[in-house]
């Protein structure tokens, strides 16, 4: 989820397959993360989140991994269907920016039948 | 989950007009708004915060006169582009957090072009 300007940075994955997102966030002082799924022409859409006192939660296909360490996120789409083909963004609370969303660069999904 | 509604959906104007984007939320009462913007193949860049029944605030570079955010209720923001030119042409997006939530739900957006 590097911000790649004009240009977003496209994952091709085979439908069943499984898709990992990634993406590298600059604040430390982040305790809170977001990843919105967006279709074309459409708003964000919530898929799941995870606070940063846990490394790992798991919802319905999909699991977000995060690494304090080298703050680092990740998003795992478990048998990527083709109504999973769409821009993935993470987001964080930097408690520094007064409790506002700050989105990362987005990642595109193409899932290939 | 909560549901966030825009209207309209796709507005054309001539430049030199102004446009109104209404933001509801129809299910929970929205204490804090936001409005995005998003320029194509490009992530979403926040414009203003606005709470209700005070002044919006708005990020470095905003022009507030330009862009008049009302917040008059709880589950209603409008954003007016005053003025419209061909560069405010893009996809403006608003979401809405209950108070002490930390969850932002995001409305389906408007598609502005100004001619």
């Known amino acids: 989820g590097e911000s790649v300007g004009l240009h977003l940075p496209t994952l091709s994955v085979q439908e069943g397959d499984n898709s990992i997102i990634n993406c590298a966030y600059s604040?430390?002082?982040?305790?809170?993360f977001i990843w919105y799924k967006q279709e074309s022409g459409k708003g964000p859409q919530f898929i799941i989140d995870?606070?940063?006192?846990?490394d790992k939660r798991q919802g319905q296909r999909v699991t977000v991994l995060l690494n304090k360490t080298v703050k680092h996120l990740s998003l795992q789409i478990a048998a990527t269907q083709p109504g999973d083909s769409a821009v993935y963004f993470c987001?964080?609370?930097?408690?520094?920016?007064?409790?506002?969303?700050?989105f990362g660069g987005g990642t595109r999904v193409l899932v290939k039948p | 989950g909560a549901v966030v509604s825009q209207h309209p959906s796709r507005v054309i104007c001539k430049s030199g007009t102004s446009v109104k984007i209404e933001c509801r939320s129809l299910?929970?009462?929205?204490?804090?708004m936001f409005w995005y913007r998003q320029f194509p193949k490009q992530s979403l860049m926040l414009m203003a915060t606005?709470?209700?029944?005070?002044?919006?605030?708005?990020e470095q570079g905003v022009e507030k006169d330009k862009f008049l955010i009302n917040h008059a209720s709880l589950t209603l923001s409008t954003l007016t582009v005053t003025s419209a030119h061909p560069e405010d042409s893009s996809f403006y997006i608003c979401?809405?957090?209950?108070?002490?939530?930390?969850?932002?739900?995001f409305g389906p957006g408007t598609r502005l072009t100004v001619l």
């Open positions: 979401s809405a957090r209950t108070s002490g939530g930390d969850t932002q739900y």
């Open positions: 604040n430390s002082a982040s305790d809170y």
């Open positions: 995870i606070r940063s006192n846990m």
């Open positions: 987001a964080e609370y930097p408690r520094a920016a007064g409790n506002k969303l700050t």
């Open positions: 299910d929970f009462q929205a204490t804090t």
């Open positions: 606005s709470n209700e029944g005070s002044k919006a605030t708005y």
